[in-house]
C-alpha cells in the first residue's frame, strides 16, 4: 500500500495533511482527510472497498462530486501510485472464498 501527504481543501476546511495512496489487496486508490483528533475516524474516507476506485482519474471525481479539490499531488507520485496498481494482485482469500466481491 502506497501513501501520500496532499493538501485537500473545501470551501469551509483544509487538511494538509490529508493522505491519498493506492491499497493493492483492496485493488483500489483511497483517500482520507479530516482526522478527528479524539479518535481514528476521518470525516472522508474514500476508497475503503474492494475495487471502488480502480483508477486514480475517479478517485479525483469522486473527490469533487463532494466538494474537495486535491492540491500537492506530484507528477511523481502519481506515476509511481500508477506503477503500484499496474502490477497484478492476485485475488484474497476471502475473494477465493467468495466472502468478498
Do not use: C
Amino acid at each position: 500500500m502506497s501513501r501520500y501527504i496532499i493538501e485537500i481543501r473545501s470551501k469551509t476546511a483544509t487538511d494538509p495533511e490529508a493522505t491519498i495512496g493506492y491499497d493493492r489487496p483492496l485493488r483500489t486508490y483511497f483517500l482520507t482527510a479530516f482526522p478527528d483528533p479524539e479518535n481514528e475516524a476521518v470525516a472522508l474516507w474514500l476508497g475503503a472497498f474492494l475495487e471502488e476506485y480502480p483508477s486514480l482519474e475517479s478517485l479525483v471525481l469522486a473527490v469533487r462530486t463532494q466538494g474537495y479539490e486535491i492540491t500537492g499531488l506530484t507528477h511523481a507520485d502519481m506515476i509511481a501510485m500508477l506503477k503500484e496498481a499496474g502490477r497484478p494482485t492476485p485475488p484474497g482469500i476471502g475473494e477465493l472464498l467468495g466472502l468478498v466481491r
